[in-house]
């Protein structure tokens, strides 16, 4: 039995750096960013991304799309924590000059693998490295993180049947399946279900799995980097702000940060284990 | 002095149109709380249609409505109604000349923190371009509340830009009118042309240049297709030199609309002030507008330099 306390400590510590770097911006996205932890802990952490932090352009290394990049603050927190840069950096998030802008700028910070905040664009880069291993031989894996809602755009359907054309097996998408967008519940707002069933249809090889447990992430993540006939799709049930009892599944935490007496709150709540 | 966000006033608006036309719909891409369309959505539900996060189909489903004979609203970040959903709006709404207005709200880098991809720089220059597109950026709340209002009687597709960030209101008037520029004050000195969150920054700059000696004219050229040539060539042959200032890129903008006038009617010497060909970054608002030149020191400084050159 494998032991995932120490991935679960250390998204404790990245839940917690991504609320004080929220509350410093004073503008940011609380609920999606929460939600991801786990899946950006079980990426880095548990085993299941090849990286350098010393060497972040390193060729055969696998690749991060962050294609729901309004999310990037965990995903600063979690190279932090991996050693891409310090951890003081984290602080200057959304700063005029920071490298740590408010979307993912692949320009300004080495492990970021591609730009993304406007929704969907970030799947189709993903598509493009994957075709890309294929022509210069590589062996690397193209991991792209999406919204729920960033699947009503069109585009990111064109990127799934391009992916499945070219029997992209190297692809790995994982859904933040957390049912919130930002004017309300995805069901409400613009339907996407049954997805597991478009997925299929698409030719994913298609897992739905409890996005905040360890070993249903890491055992699928492990299964799907064998996989070698299809692209697949990893839908992971999360909670939108998991991790913080307020902002859990509340909407209206989509788009704010913590304020100084939220964040005290969130922060012992996060210490105490609530 | 009061301060307003313009989008503000664009979800009051509909609220108004929607209570004197029942053909008026209003759709919106997962960002209603943002744009204030949501203002219309709490009024008139059965008219209000939220089409997820997919602003392309939204531009579609918007031109399908007026073929239909509905008048549609549609609204989201300026940078993707006029990017994402930039095709469909060229193919679907302008070919057909379709009276179909779009909002762009969260212009400009005054956007803020969130950055450079979520901050529209060029959607001015893309809209001006499209045949029949009217594009109208009104400088503050009381502007666009009437261009919103006026929107409903124009023909074809509009292009409506508001902001995110509270700004001065100060603009009085009774009534839009598309293609008609405002001498806000009048000058001898040189032309200053602006539109948006600028013109209020244009005034001050004019008061400083006052204190030195430069009688500037400022002009409000809200509507910037149609662009009021009339005004701007007059005042260009009054002071000889034309100054623009704007939210967005020199490059295609009220800039060159102006430049264009110039160019066909009275060759003047021009200077654009504006965003130089680069993109926008994080920052708050004022930290942004102080590195991009947006004040009215830096404003007044530029014009001086021009006047004295
Ligand atoms: C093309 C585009 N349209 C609109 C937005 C504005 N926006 C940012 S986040 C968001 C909602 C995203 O919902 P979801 O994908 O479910 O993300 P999560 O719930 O994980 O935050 C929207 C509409 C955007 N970033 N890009
Ligand atoms: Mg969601």
Same mark, same amino acid.
Not at chain 1, 44 to 73: Q, T
Not at chain 2, 73 to 80: L, P
């Given at each position: 039995?494998?032991?995932? &306390?120490?991935?679960? @400590?250390?998204? +404790?510590?990245?839940? !917690?750096?991504?609320? #004080? /770097?929220l509350n410093k911006a004073k503008s940011g996205?609380?609920?999606?960013?929460?939600?991801?932890?786990?899946?950006?802990?079980?990426?880095?952490?548990?085993?299941?991304?090849?990286?350098?932090?010393?060497?972040?352009?390193?060729?055969?290394?696998?690749?991060?799309?962050?294609?729901?990049?309004?999310?990037?603050?965990?995903?600063?927190?979690?190279?932090?924590?991996?050693?891409?840069?310090?951890?003081?950096?984290?602080?200057?998030?959304r700063?005029?000059?920071?490298?740590?802008?408010?979307?993912?700028?692949?320009?300004?910070?080495?492990?970021?693998?591609?730009?993304?905040?406007?929704?969907?664009?970030?799947?189709?880069?993903?598509?493009?490295? &994957?075709?890309?291993? @294929?022509?210069? +031989?590589?062996?690397? !894996?193209?991991?792209? #993180? /999406?919204?729920?809602?960033?699947?009503?755009?069109?585009?990111?359907?064109?990127?799934?049947?391009?992916?499945?054309?070219?029997?992209?097996?190297?692809?790995?998408?994982?859904?933040?399946?957390?049912?919130?967008?930002?004017?309300?519940?995805?069901?409400?707002?613009?339907?996407?279900?049954?997805?597991?069933?478009?997925?299929?249809?698409?030719?994913?090889?298609?897992?739905?799995?409890?996005?905040?447990?360890?070993?249903?992430?890491?055992?699928?993540?492990?299964?799907?980097?064998?996989?070698?006939?299809?692209?697949?799709?990893?839908?992971?049930?999360?909670?939108?702000?998991?991790?913080?009892?307020?902002?859990?599944?509340?909407?209206?935490?989509?788009?704010?940060p913590?304020?100084?007496?939220?964040?005290?709150?969130?922060?012992?709540?996060?210490?105490?284990?609530? | 002095?009061?301060?307003?966000?313009?989008?503000?006033?664009?979800?009051?608006?509909?609220?108004?149109?929607?209570?004197?036309?029942?053909?008026?719909?209003?759709?919106?891409?997962?960002?209603?709380?943002?744009?204030?369309?949501?203002?219309?959505?709490?009024?008139?539900?059965?008219?209000?249609?939220?089409?997820?996060?997919?602003?392309?189909?939204?531009?579609?489903?918007?031109?399908?409505?007026?073929?239909?004979?509905?008048?549609?609203?549609?609204?989201?970040?300026?940078?993707?109604?006029?990017?994402?959903?930039?095709?469909?709006?060229?193919?679907?709404?302008?070919?057909?000349?379709?009276?179909?207005?779009?909002?762009?709200?969260?212009?400009?880098?005054?956007?803020?923190e969130?950055?450079?991809?979520?901050?529209?720089?060029?959607?001015?220059?893309?809209?001006?371009?499209?045949?029949?597109?009217?594009?109208?950026?009104?400088?503050?709340?009381?502007?666009?509340?009437?261009?919103?209002?006026?929107?409903?009687?124009?023909?074809?597709?509009?292009?409506?830009?508001?902001?995110?960030?509270?700004?001065?209101?100060?603009?009085?008037?009774?009534?839009?009118?598309?293609?008609?520029?405002?001498?806000?004050?009048?000058?001898?000195?040189?032309?200053?042309?602006?539109?948006?969150?600028?013109?209020?920054?244009?005034?001050?700059?004019?008061?400083?240049?006052?204190?030195?000696?430069?009688?500037?004219?400022?002009?409000?050229?809200?509507?910037?297709?149609?662009?009021?040539?009339?005004?701007?060539?007059?005042?260009?042959?009054?002071?000889?030199?034309?100054?623009?200032?704007?939210?967005?890129?020199?490059?295609?903008?009220?800039?060159?609309?102006?430049?264009?006038?110039?160019?066909?009617?009275?060759?003047?010497?021009?200077?654009?002030?504006?965003?130089?060909?680069?993109?926008?970054?994080?920052?708050s608002?004022?930290?942004?507008?102080?590195?991009?030149?947006?004040?009215?020191?830096?404003?007044?400084?530029?014009?001086?330099?021009?006047?004295?050159?």
């Amino acid at each position: 039995m494998e032991d995932f &306390a120490e991935l679960e @400590r250390i998204a +404790k510590e990245i839940r !917690k750096d991504v609320l #004080i /770097m929220l509350n410093k911006a004073k503008s940011g996205h609380s609920g999606g960013s929460l939600s991801v932890v786990d899946v950006l802990v079980a990426l880095y952490f548990g085993g299941i991304m090849n990286y350098d932090p010393k060497n972040p352009a390193w060729e055969d290394r696998d690749r991060l799309v962050l294609s729901k990049g309004h999310a990037c603050p965990t995903l600063y927190a979690t190279l932090a924590k991996a050693g891409f840069f310090e951890r003081d950096l984290l602080w200057t998030l959304r700063k005029l000059g920071s490298p740590l802008q408010g979307h993912p700028d692949a320009k300004k910070l080495p492990g970021i693998d591609a730009s993304t905040g406007s929704l969907g664009n970030g799947i189709t880069q993903a598509v493009g490295m &994957a075709l890309a291993a @294929r022509v210069l +031989k590589k062996r690397y !894996k193209v991991f792209c #993180i /999406m919204g729920d809602g960033e699947l009503q755009e069109g585009i990111t359907w064109e990127a799934f049947m391009a992916a499945s054309h070219y029997k992209l097996s190297n692809l790995i998408v994982i859904v933040d399946f957390n049912g919130l967008q930002i004017d309300g519940r995805v069901m409400d707002i613009m339907n996407i279900s049954p997805l597991k069933e478009k997925f299929e249809a698409f030719g994913f090889r298609t897992y739905e799995i409890g996005g905040h447990v360890y070993k249903n992430l890491i055992d699928t993540l492990t299964t799907a980097k064998r996989n070698v006939v299809s692209p697949t799709a990893v839908i992971a049930r999360t909670v939108k702000g998991y991790g913080v009892s307020f902002m859990a599944n509340r909407v209206e935490y989509h788009g704010v940060p913590p304020t100084d007496q939220e964040l005290e709150r969130a922060l012992k709540e996060l210490d105490n284990g609530v | 002095m009061e301060f307003k966000a313009t989008r503000e006033a664009y979800g009051k608006a509909l609220v108004e149109l929607g209570k004197i036309d029942n053909r008026v719909v209003v759709l919106d891409a997962d960002l209603s709380g943002s744009t204030k369309s949501k203002e219309f959505q709490k009024q008139f539900p059965n008219r209000f249609f939220n089409m997820g996060i997919a602003e392309a189909n939204m531009a579609g489903v918007a031109a399908g409505m007026a073929l239909s004979g509905l008048k549609p609203y549609a609204s989201s970040f300026a940078v993707f109604i006029t990017g994402r959903a930039f095709e469909i709006v060229r193919q679907s709404i302008c070919y057909q000349n379709l009276h179909v207005v779009l909002c762009g709200s969260h212009s400009g880098i005054s956007v803020g923190e969130d950055g450079g991809s979520h901050q529209a720089i060029a959607d001015i220059s893309l809209m001006r371009s499209l045949p029949n597109m009217k594009v109208i950026v009104p400088a503050d709340y009381n502007e666009t509340y009437l261009a919103v209002l006026e929107s409903i009687n124009m023909e074809g597709p509009v292009y409506i830009r508001t902001s995110r960030a509270k700004s001065p209101v100060f603009i009085r008037k009774d009534r839009f009118e598309l293609g008609k520029a405002d001498i806000l004050k009048e000058g001898k000195g040189v032309t200053v042309v602006a539109c948006g969150m600028m013109v209020n920054l244009a005034l001050e700059a004019a008061k400083l240049l006052e204190e030195e000696g430069i009688d500037a004219e400022v002009i409000n050229a809200s509507s910037v297709k149609p662009i009021d040539r009339d005004t701007i060539v007059k005042s260009a042959k009054k002071t000889g030199g034309v100054v623009t200032v704007e939210e967005h890129t020199i490059i295609g903008g009220l800039g060159s609309a102006v430049s264009e006038v110039l160019t066909d009617e009275y060759p003047v010497r021009a200077l654009k002030i504006g965003i130089e060909d680069v993109f926008g970054e994080s920052g708050s608002k004022d930290d942004l507008f102080c590195k991009f030149g947006f004040t009215k020191e830096a404003i007044a400084k530029r014009i001086k330099e021009f006047v004295n050159g």
